[in-house]
Each structure stands twice: as C-alpha cells, then as structure tokens.
C-alpha cells in the first residue's frame, strides 16, 4: 500500500510538471534560505557560548551617572581582582588588558607580523575559558613573565610546522619565549587575540612607567577603567548582589566620594556579543528579525504549497471520489496526500541543500561568517529539523484534510466548489504573504536609505583625502622636526601630530575633571585626546566659540572643550576663560569646537576634552600623524610620509589609514547585515510570486472554457486579462494596507538603535507599496494575458 | 431466493435556496440475490438517486432500506464505506477511471483497499482483465482507450472483489450500440455467474437483457415488466 502511494505520488508529480516545479522550486528556495538565516542567526547566538561554565561567567561594566543619564564603560580598575578574594560568591576573576595594532617578530627580525591584536591576562584565563590549548600545559602556561602564547596560525606564520615550543619571539624590544600554543579563537568567539602575554608584564610596564600618581601597581590603581574583567559565579549565585558588592567595596576605599560614583554591573558572557555595556540591544533585535526572515521564509514557502495544493483539489476531487467509491476510508486517502506531499517535500529537501552547498562562497563572503563553521555546530542541526519538521507538518495535514474529506458524490460530479471556508483562507494568506513581501520591502528601504544616511552625514569634520600614520613611539620626540619635513611637501595641505588612533573611535574618557560650578556629586565621563594647533583645520572641525591652540607653550594650560560638554557641564556663558581641572592640570577653556562625531553613530554625541600635546616628551600624544591631501595627491603624499617614516630605525612597517575608509570599516558589519537582509527578503518576495503565479495560473486554466465563451461573445484580451487580474491585485492591495502600519512601527523601533536616523516617510511606504503592486501584477499579469490570447476554440475543446 | 434489498417508502429531498425537490417519493421494491434488474424513467425522476442510495454513496431521507437484512439507512459515512468496498461494484455512465493510473492501477486499486496481499492481487486483476479483452492494455493509461475500452475496464474494477452487487448508472450512455452490446453481455455473463446487477438506461433494447424493468416517474416506481 505504502508502495503504491510513493507510486501515484511520483506519478503525479511527474504528470504536474508545472505546479510540480512551482511547488519544488518554491519550497526549495525557501528551505534553502531559511536554513541559511538560522544558521546565521545560530552563529550570531552562539558567541562564547562553547565555554563549559559560560552560564556562571560574567563581565563587568562600570556605570556612571551624569546628569541623571547612565554612561556605560566597558572596562574596570585593576583592583576589583583584589576585591574578589573575599567575595564568596566569586569562583574566579580574570582582567585583560588587550592592545590592537601590535607588532611582533621573531628573534632574528626575519619575519614581522603587525596589526596584531594581543592581550595581556591574568593566570586563570585558560582555565575560566575553556579556548583549546594544543600545546604547552594548560595550568602552567606562563612560567614567567617573558612567557607568551600563541594561536596555531600565528605560529605557523613564524615557524611553519615545526616544533614551538621554546621558540623566541620577540615584542617591543624584550624576547619571549613561546609556552603554549592555541587554536585559533572560533569564529564565535567575542575574545579574539593572536597572542596572549601574562598579567606580569602588564603589570611591570605599568610600574616602570611610574603608575598612576599615587598608586603605583594595577591592584592598587583605582583611577583608571583599563581591565575587561570576567568572572565565573558559584552556581545560582545572584549576579546583581555580586556586582553591589564589587561597587561597595570599591567606593569604601575611594571614600564615597560622590565625585568618583560608579556603579559595576554585570553582564552574561552569551549576552556580550549582541548586547552592548550600555544595554543597545540593536545587534540583538538584527537577530530576531532575521529568525523572524526565517520563519517567514519557511510560511511564506508553506503558505503556496498549501494554496496551491488546495486551490487545485478541485482537479483532483473526482480522483478522490473515484477512490473513495471503490473503496478507500478517509485515513487511507489523508495518508496518500501526506506521502504525497512527503516525496515533494524530500525532492525540494534535496535541491535545497545542493542550493546551500552552491551558495555557500556566497553566504559567506556576504555574512563575513563561515557557513561549515554553523553547520559544526550540533545546536543548529536540530534547530533545522525543528524546522523542516514543523514546516512538514503545517504543509501536509491542512491540504491532505481538505482533500480526503470530500464527498464522494459531488465530487465525481465535479460539483466540488471549493468550501467558502477554503477559498476564504487562501484569500487570508495570499494577503497574508503579500503583507509579509510589502514589510520586507519596507524594511529593505529603509535599511538602505539608513546606511547611506551615515555614510552621507555630516560628521562634523571633513572625513575624505585625510589618512593618518602612526610612528613608531620614538619619532614622538621629533614630531615637530617630521611636521615641518612633511610641509615642505606641496601635496600635503596639513599635518598634525596627535594621540588620536581612531577618529570613529575615541575611546579614551576620564572623569578626572573639575569645574566651577560643578555640583556636589556631578561628575562627567568625558573623552580626551591630545591634539596639536593643526588638527582642527586638518580634519577642518569648526570653532564655535574662542581660539585654536597656538602651538606656543601656553598651550599646556589650555583646554577646547565640545558643544556637549558645555552643556553636559553645565557651565554659563561666557564659556572661554573658564578654570577646569584635568587630570589634576588647572587650565583655562580656550576654545569650543562644534559637536563632531568620535563614536558609534548609533549613539548620541557624548562630551569631550582635547588638550594640547605641546611639549610633551613621551609618545603618546603626538606619534599619530593626520596628514590632508587631495584627490588626486594621495599617492604621492603617502609616499612622502613614507620617505620621513623610512628615516626611523624600528620593526614596524609602514602602514596608512585613510579616516574615511576607518569609518566605514565601523558600519562594515552593519551594511553586511543590512545586504543579507536585502538577499533574504528577496528571496521571500521571490517565493510569494511563485505561489501567486501558480494561484493565478490554476485559475487561468480552470476558468479557460469561461475565457473561450467570453471571448467568442467578444470580450477583448484587455477585458479578459482585467478579470482574471482584478481579484488579486485587490488582495494586494489589501495586504499593502494592513502591512503599512506593521512596517512603518517595525522599522521605527530598528531606527531607534540609532542615534543618528532617518524617518519612515509616506514616500518609503508608497513606494514599496507600488513595488509590490507591480511585482504582483507582473506575475499574475504573464499567466493572465497568455490565457486571454489562447484560441477560443482551442479553449473550448478542452474539457 | 433471500431479498438482497428491500425498500420501503424511501424518500430523498434536495433542498437549494428556494425550492425543495422530492427526488424519491415513498418509493418500495424488492431485489432478490442473483437478479437482473432495469430502472427506466423519464430524465429527473429519480433513477441515480435510487441508485446512490442502493450503492451507499447516499443516504435517503425516509423510508426503511434493508441490504441483505441490515437496515443501513442511518448508518453513518465510515459504515456505509465499509459495507460498500465489500459488497458493491460501480460502473458509470462517464466511467469514471483515475486519469493518473494505468489500466491495471485502476483494476488493482479496489483490491488494494481491501487490503488484499499483493500475489493475489496480482492474480485477480490479471484475470479479470482477461475476461474483459482488455488485458493487452493493462499498460495503457484511460486517456488512451477508446470509450468501450474504458467502460470495459471500468467494468473490470467493479468486478475485481467479486461483489454480490453490481450498479451501474446507463453504463452504455456514453457508447456506440457495437461497444453498448458488448458491456451488456458483459453484465449478463457476471449475473449468470450469480453476481446481483442493478442497472439504470434509458434504452428499451439494453434493458431487454434483464429480468425486471422497474419504471419509474416523479420518485416513485409506476409498473414492473417481468421479463423472466
Ligand atoms: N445534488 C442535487 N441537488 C438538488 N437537486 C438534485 C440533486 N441531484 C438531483 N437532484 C434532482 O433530483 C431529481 C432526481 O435526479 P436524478 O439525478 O436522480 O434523476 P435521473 O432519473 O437520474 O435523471 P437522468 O435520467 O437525467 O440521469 C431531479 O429533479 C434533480 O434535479
Ligand atoms: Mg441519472
């Protein structure tokens, strides 16, 4: 029996072949698709999640208060690893300390590698984290303080296959000998580092460069929020009541001086990756939109099977009939629908994992992530056959119960009008997926228009024909003997010597800064940069109010403060003059330059400090080098910085940045995103055609023999192609209005991440209104037309 | 000879909208087992109705119908299912063959609902298509059978159980007089092996071949021509 019904199953669909292909194609993009999504929206889930304990392991964020509003820092002082010893609740407590862009070599400077990022950690990194360890003792990884671990890739850089173990490698000036070596950090891994180094040497570098004032080691320096700090709890134990206890303990020593407020808090390691400190959740809401492309990937797919499979029970009724009257009971006739749909289901199963299998470079050029590395993953695979069996089952019961419950009497008289019901419910879900397309269509719009509204906005500064080179630390001394060299070059217009690694990135804040007027309590965490007299008219920010810094020794004591500082401060007119306190240096505000962006633009502008770098001995400060060029100089400039750069002995190549490329390399992952949710929802408006072309062609050619008759009566191909039109782009139309309202509060809540944002305007949702309009027609429009030009007679012979 | 069927005032409305239409109007006869019997009427007065109700498709609306001495009107959809793939054979007038199965497919399918194994059915459907001359086509899908063909094989399923009861709805309504005679010496040749034959035509020279002519008009039955 079962036989058979894989038989007529076969049978049929090879008899169908064109609802069979529209049937197939349709599930099988979808599938294909939505396996995709989740594996990317597993991916995105899965960060840190490998580590063994991850559900007991904590990072900490420090939390300021200024002016009644919540400042999120991602880093704390050194102390609270001393604190932990006596809190009960905590297992273990690891700081890192890491540095981007370093470089290091090996011990005959053979080979260099730079724009490596490394990490200085405490001793229970490898065992807090549960990160591979393929050589070397995993409990005693760091004998001393010259002691370094590497990945696998780093090493093979260096040594290629050979034994590591013992090698030197050497990092600003001192040599190392290589202790361990590590798998590379998996993809998912929030923690990403080429080599990890001991606390030790932090902490000696730290010492030998005379602390922090007073204190003099990192467990001592309370001043500065330099550690990213995990900490695994005892089980169940309460991670608020930890933190509270880290805060007190911290204000206790600091006196409960209301100047030095903060609150640490606690955040999950499996939230880390999608949720920011400051609790921006923009990245995790990307994720539940695209699990929601994934479910509506497989309804919408779902959703023409079901249509197209019931809508054509009106042929197959007579079949039923037939089966019934010479024998068959209504479970004998579901169980041959749902093989039915089985087989159809296996075939498009199959096409869509060939489709993955194809699109895989695709997927992971556009995603930037690795589609095998998902699918090592055993979670994703059973999220997939969740999925594929839900799907199963929601396109296989609906239309095997609507077809084996036929009468068997009508039916063989063909008197089988599908139930209102039925007709009613399809209706539903044809406006149901067009409402899906037309929100998806918003959302793409809006995405775009979004990404080109940052990449368009005015920054406040003049991003384009600016790069920036950092010296090595020892040119610092010279840095105005290299600006002078570097203006005699007629392609530069400016340089500037400044501390400023990355101007989307200012992350440096304090909140050692005292002013008049300041109240009781208030404090500001403010970011700082030293800069010279050039950097504002090379990054060409304006002066809203006072003077640029003169490039003369009075420089020391002065201070330009930003728009928001002003007003975040609260200091009244006249502002220029006012005495500030910065890092205990009393200055007076020379100048205020007008809001510019230094940050995220998801968030808001936030205050900021630049003082003058005049004079100072040490390197940081005045090694980064902004030099503004023109669009067509841009070579020759860089190969005139690189002739002052070449006259420098060190080990670190000479590499450029221009701002603008930085700047985009930030929203880099956002347009990503934003281009696989384009992808996607094509795909899904893709898939919802395909199941109205099979709608409208069904009925193209059960009403034929009403075509003909009309047509002999002398209806035009223009009346006829309206008839057949007419009712669905009224569905459309239906959709379009109730999905509006849905996607204009959809994509307002995903704009509200961003600090800087468009508005869905009437025009976003009319045009994606007509979009869908057009696509709809288009594809009920091809079936429609080539029935109403078909020869009557030719329509009125088949019956 | 035992009743096969026994009516008794049976009474079937159609209600549309506005007009209700008796379509069997206390209606009463009898068939013996190994019977022969013609309906004839005028077109409207009720014949396939009578026939759907015999056949179990249907259930009247009053009356009493025995079948082989159950009572089985008010017997519910999954009852009547059960007793018809039994009992009944169908040969319609628009034959009524699944377009998607091949000759033999069609033959085998009733057997395959009664759950009959595989080797036997085999056997069965190879020699009733034998006995139909149909057995050369076995591969062959309807669409590519002459009219008479498909009626023979149409005949070939309703006979592959071996059912007590054969209906069949003008069985030769849609054939030349050559193909028509041939189905009626089918038919004849099943009911002189025993099997019961209902049969609903309005020709005077089909209904010949039976033993009773049941004239019917507006729902009731008017005159019996014993033929036998
Ligand atoms: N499904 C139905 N709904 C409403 N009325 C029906 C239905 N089926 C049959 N009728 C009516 O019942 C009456 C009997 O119909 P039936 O089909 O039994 O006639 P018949 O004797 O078989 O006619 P013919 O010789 O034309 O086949 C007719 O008046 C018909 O219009
Ligand atoms: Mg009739």
């Not at chain 1, 556009?366 to 090592?376: A, I, K, P, Q």
């Not at chain 1, 918003?442 to 995405?447: D, M």
């Not at chain 1, 090595?472 to 570097?486: D, V």
């Amino acid at each position: 029996m079962i036989m058979n019904y894989f038989k007529i199953a076969w049978r049929n669909l090879k008899q169908n072949k064109f609802y069979s292909i529209i049937h197939i194609s349709g599930l099988a993009i979808g599938l294909a698709a939505a396996i995709m999504v989740l594996a990317w929206v597993q991916s995105e889930k899965s960060f840190d999640t490998f580590h063994k304990d991850y559900k007991d392991i904590y990072v900490f964020n420090a939390q300021f208060n200024i002016n009644g509003e919540n400042r999120v820092w991602g880093g704390v002082p050194g102390p609270l690893a001393v604190y932990s010893k006596s809190i009960s609740e905590v297992g273990k407590l690891v700081r890192i300390n890491s540095e981007s862009n370093q470089t290091i070599s090996d011990i005959d400077r053979d080979k260099i590698l730079g724009g490596l990022t490394v990490a200085a950690v405490d001793n229970g990194f490898f065992s807090l984290f549960d990160f591979n360890v393929i050589e070397g003792q995993r409990n005693h990884l760091f004998p001393d303080v010259n002691s370094v671990v590497i990945t696998k890739s780093m090493a093979n850089k260096f040594f290629g296959d050979h034994n590591v173990l013992g090698k030197t490698l050497k990092y600003r000036n001192e040599n190392f000998t290589v202790t361990g070596v590590l798998e590379d950090f998996p993809e998912n891994s929030s923690l990403q580092y080429d080599a990890i180094f001991p606390m030790a040497l932090y902490s000696k570098e730290f010492k030998a460069g005379g602390g922090n004032g007073d204190w003099k080691t990192i467990d001592e320096d309370l001043g500065n929020y330099s550690f990213q700090t995990f900490v695994k709890l005892h089980a169940n134990a309460d991670a608020n009541k930890v933190a509270n206890k880290f805060t007190k303990r911290y204000m206790d020593v600091r006196n409960n001086d209301p100047a030095s407020k903060v609150e640490f808090k606690l955040q999950n390691l499996a939230d880390m990756h999608l949720i920011t400190p400051d609790g921006n959740k923009s990245a995790y809401r990307m994720v539940q939109v695209f699990l929601l492309v994934a479910i509506l990937l497989l309804a919408i797919a779902s959703i023409n099977y079901i249509n197209l499979s019931t809508a054509r029970s009106l042929t197959r009724a007579k079949e039923v009939g037939v089966r019934k009257v010479v024998g068959a009971n209504k479970k004998q006739l579901f169980f041959q629908f749902i093989i039915e749909t089985i087989v159809l289901f296996s075939i498009a199963l199959i096409i869509a994992l060939v489709l993955v299998f194809l699109l895989k470079p695709f997927y992971n050029s556009v995603s930037g992530r690795h589609l095998e590395t998902s699918f090592g993953n055993t979670s994703i695979w059973s999220t997939i056959g969740f999925a594929l069996l839900g799907m199963l089952m929601a396109v296989s019961i609906y239309p095997a119960m609507v077809l084996s419950a036929f009468k068997p009497l009508p039916s063989l008289k063909g008197k089988i009008a599908s139930g209102v019901g039925i007709v009613a419910l399809r209706k539903a879900l044809v406006v149901f997926q067009f409402a899906v397309s037309v929100i998806l269509i918003v959302g793409t719009l809006v995405i775009s228009s979004q990404m080109k509204h940052i990449r368009k906005m005015d920054l406040g500064y003049d991003k384009d024909y600016v790069f920036s080179v950092s010296f090595p630390i020892e040119a610092a001394k010279n840095a105005n003997a290299i600006k002078s060299e570097l203006e005699k070059e007629p392609s530069i217009q400016m340089v500037s010597a400044t501390g400023i690694g990355d101007m989307s990135q200012l992350d440096s804040e304090t909140s050692d800064l005292e002013w008049s007027g300041q109240i009781q309590g208030q404090n500001l965490l403010i970011a700082q940069a030293s800069i010279d007299n050039n950097f504002i008219p090379t990054m060409k920010m304006q002066l809203v109010e006072g003077a640029n810094f003169s490039g003369l020794p009075s420089d020391k004591t002065s201070y330009i403060v930003n728009e928001t500082a002003v007003k975040e401060m609260g200091l009244n007119e006249p502002i220029v003059g006012q005495k500030i306190k910065f890092h205990n240096n009393e200055g007076t505000i020379i100048g205020v330059v007008k809001d510019f962006n230094f940050k995220s633009l998801r968030d808001p502008i936030s205050p900021l400090l630049f003082n003058s770098n005049w004079g100072t001995q040490w390197g940081w400060g005045q090694n980064i080098f902004y030099v503004r060029t023109t669009a067509g100089e841009a070579q020759k400039t860089i190969a005139a910085v690189k002739k002052q750069y070449d006259k420098i002995a060190t080990d670190i190549p000479f590499s450029y940045q221009f701002v603008d490329k930085q700047f985009e390399a930030k929203y880099e992952a956002d347009t990503k995103t934003g281009n696989l949710f384009n992808f996607f929802a094509a795909l899904t408006i893709f898939i919802s055609c395909l199941g109205l072309l099979g709608l409208t062609t069904y009925t193209a050619r059960v009403r034929i023999k009403e075509i003909g008759v009309r047509k002999v009566l002398g209806a035009s191909v223009n009346n006829l192609v309206k008839l057949l039109v007419k009712d669905f782009i009224f569905l459309v139309i239906l959709a379009i209005l109730i999905a509006s309202p849905i996607a204009w509060w959809l994509m307002d809540s995903w704009l509200s991440s961003y600090a800087y944002r468009i508005q869905v305007s009437w025009q976003i949702l009319l045009l994606a209104g007509c979009s869908a309009v057009v696509i709809a027609l288009l594809t009920v429009s091809f079936q429609a037309i080539k029935a109403a030009i078909a020869n009557p007679i030719k329509s009125l012979r088949t019956e | 000879m035992n009743s096969m069927i026994k009516i008794k005032d049976l009474e079937k409305y159609y209600r549309t909208e506005e007009v209700q239409t008796v379509a069997l109007n206390k209606l009463t006869f009898d068939v013996k087992e190994g019977e022969f019997v013609a309906i004839m009427g005028p077109s409207g007065c009720g014949k396939s109705t009578l026939l759907n109700i015999i056949g179990l498709l249907d259930d009247p609306d009053g009356g009493s119908f025995i079948f082989n001495g159950i009572e089985v009107a008010g017997f519910n959809e999954r009852k009547r299912a059960d007793l018809r793939k039994h009992n009944i054979g169908f040969v319609f007038q628009s034959f009524n063959l699944i377009d998607e199965l091949t000759v033999y497919e069609n033959v085998e399918l009733p057997l395959i609902y009664t759950g009959v194994k595989p080797a036997d059915r085999k056997k069965r459907v190879e020699e009733v298509l034998e006995k139909m001359q149909i057995m050369h086509r076995r591969n062959h899908f309807p669409q590519q059978l002459s009219g008479g063909q498909q009626q023979r094989v149409a005949v070939a399923r309703a006979v592959v159980n071996n059912p007590k009861l054969i209906l069949a709805d003008e069985p030769t309504g849609n054939l030349d007089s050559s193909n028509g005679n041939d189905v009626m010496q089918l038919l004849t040749e099943l009911n002189d092996q025993g099997t019961t034959v209902i049969m609903v035509t309005h020709s005077e020279h089909d209904a010949k071949y039976s033993h009773r002519i049941i004239r019917m008009l507006d729902g009731h039955k008017v005159t019996e021509d014993i033929l036998v």
